[in-house]
């Protein structure tokens, strides 16, 4: 998840490498933000979702939901052939392409799971190879935004006198100055991913298992949190880092148990079995904790990796099924990317 700003940075390299100017730059640089429009479906979705039924919210999730159809290959090629049928310009629909591309793919590489090939899959996957906060990927694309600001402010007549040399540089310099941007950027997104792939079948040897790649996140610039289950009981998480491998490890039990439970696995089992029918399905290896309390028994379900991501939301969900001893009843509750304790509608589970 690279910042707004630096999207928008992304979009208008694009437009100015392929030599693009006035509304075709623009609308370029729009089409690199346009995937997070997304919110306004969501905000609808967040609207509607508690009053229809549990398939339908499902299947309006894929469609309304962040990051979900509008991250899309679908989408993609749907906006491309638009553009290409409204104006015949080969060159503006391919950039208008690389640009909404260059978003789909950084969120991909940087963010959370998403459904990049939905309708097609609906699995979830993610990249996971650019951290957050990734030096080039955040603040190379702000210099096309300043050159274009400085430009902007100087034939208003402001800013005279000011980054002249610069200026004259660029100008002097327009096309291969861009095109280097371009290609730099281009490089080390690509190199990224193929180093944590290296990194990856490395930890995996050393460990004698198959590491995840795709459930192995950045946790910081060149370090990776991972897991795997150990045995039966625990996970083992792990933090790698490309230059000395793994560094820290830790046990997470799986299941714990509070007092007195009795028939514990069967109320593991169905909280297990009710959060399976949940979307966006963010929790990849569970916990779960277990606890009586008069006539309920209540199920914390979290994942393993929950503990170390004290400044990163990948893994901040929890949700707390309280069941009721006397009869089939229960109530679950969700905090969502660490955010406040909500009570959940029942249309949210199958």
Not at 313 to 321: D, E, G, N, Q
Request: aromatic share 16%.
């Amino acid at each position: 998840m690279v910042n707004t700003l630096s999207h928008l940075g992304i979009g208008l390299l694009i437009a100015l490498a392929l030599g693009l100017k006035g509304k075709k730059r623009n609308v370029v640089a729009f089409m690199s933000i346009l995937p997070d429009l997304d919110f306004i479906p969501y905000a609808v979705f967040a609207l509607i979702g508690s009053s229809v039924s549990h398939e339908t919210r499902n299947q309006l999730f894929y469609f309304f939901g962040h990051r979900e159809i509008m991250h899309s290959i679908i989408f993609i090629l749907l906006v491309t052939f638009l553009i290409w049928v409204k104006t015949k310009d080969r060159l503006f629909a391919a950039a208008g392409f690389a640009a909404i591309f260059s978003h789909v793919y950084l969120d991909y590489a940087t963010s959370w799971k998403m459904r990049p090939l939905y309708p097609f899959s609906t699995d979830a996957s993610i990249m996971g190879a650019v951290y957050f906060f990734d030096p080039v990927a955040n603040l190379l694309p702000l210099l096309p935004i300043f050159i274009v600001l400085v430009g902007y402010m100087k034939s208003r007549g402001k800013w005279k006198g000011k980054f002249n040399n610069f200026c004259a540089f660029v100008t002097e310099n327009r096309s291969k100055f861009y095109t280097t941007l371009l290609i730099v950027l281009v490089v080390w997104l690509t190199v990224l991913p193929v180093a944590k792939l290296i990194l990856i079948n490395h930890i995996s040897e050393a460990e004698g298992v198959d590491i995840s790649y795709q459930d192995t996140y950045p946790s910081s610039f060149g370090k990776f949190l991972a897991a795997y289950p150990y045995n039966s009981t625990h996970y083992k998480i792990i933090e790698v880092s490309y230059w000395s491998g793994i560094e820290k490890s830790d046990y997470i039990k799986k299941v714990n148990v509070t007092g007195n439970v009795p028939n514990a696995s069967a109320y593991i089992e169905r909280a297990e079995k009710l959060y399976s029918t949940v979307l966006p399905q963010e929790i990849d290896y569970p916990v779960y904790s277990v606890s009586k309390n008069n006539s309920s028994v209540t199920v914390m379900l979290s994942d393993s990796r929950d503990e170390y991501v004290k400044y990163w939301t990948y893994f901040k969900t929890v949700y707390r099924f309280v069941f009721d001893t006397q009869s089939e009843k229960y109530v679950a509750y969700a905090s969502v990317q660490g955010e406040k304790e909500k009570r959940l509608e029942e249309n949210w589970f199958g």
